[in-house]
């Protein structure tokens, strides 16, 4: 069974990135096998968070009938695998194409998300009986814990996401 890769943008477009880009070393030292990986990685990453707006192939479904049941809603949602394009946008973003191939590249330098989150309250360790003292009231990243471990992406990828402090009333009649 072959395996495909669903990632924004190809191989080709990373590397032509990369080639213009400083101290992209992880990529190059990349194997072949780990570079698709990364961007898949790196786009997973990239499709948890909550994107203003609606997915293109929803609201393509809503212009044409904005009467569409639910199941049709999910049904047009579902067929769009990726969260971009969004809205009447037909491409993704250049914005977000380039914070997959930054996050992918963190990945590929060694970073890990999950171990970044953990490590955020640490401000102290030691070696010699072994101790970590944690500050449990620091003000934690906000990158590091949306889980995007590249600061370059995190800024590339914010202007999309949906205000959490915004409140939609919708009056019901």
């Known amino acids: 069974m072959a395996i495909t890769y669903d990632y924004y943008g190809t191989l080709e477009e990373a590397q032509t990135y990369f080639d213009n880009r400083l101290h992209e070393s992880a990529w190059t030292n990349a194997s072949d096998e780990d570079r698709p990986k990364a961007l898949l990685a790196a786009r997973l990453i990239i499709d948890t968070l909550n994107y203003k707006g609606r997915k293109a192939a929803v609201f393509a479904l809503l212009e044409a009938s904005p009467d569409a049941d639910e199941d049709a809603i999910r049904a047009a949602e ?12 037909e491409e993704v973003p250049d914005a977000i194409r380039q914070a997959q191939y930054e996050i992918a590249h963190s990945l590929l330098d060694g970073v890990d998300p999950e171990l970044e989150l953990q490590n955020l309250g ?52």
């Open 78 to 89: 579902a067929s769009q695998p990726l969260e971009f394009p969004r809205g009447a946008d």
């Open 122 to 173: 640490i401000i102290s360790n030691g070696l010699s009986s072994v101790r970590t003292t944690y500050n449990r009231t620091q003000v934690p990243i906000e990158h590091i814990v949306n889980g995007i471990p590249n600061a370059m992406a995190w800024r590339l990828i914010r202007p999309f996401l949906r205000d959490d402090e915004a409140v939609k009333l919708q009056r019901i009649s």
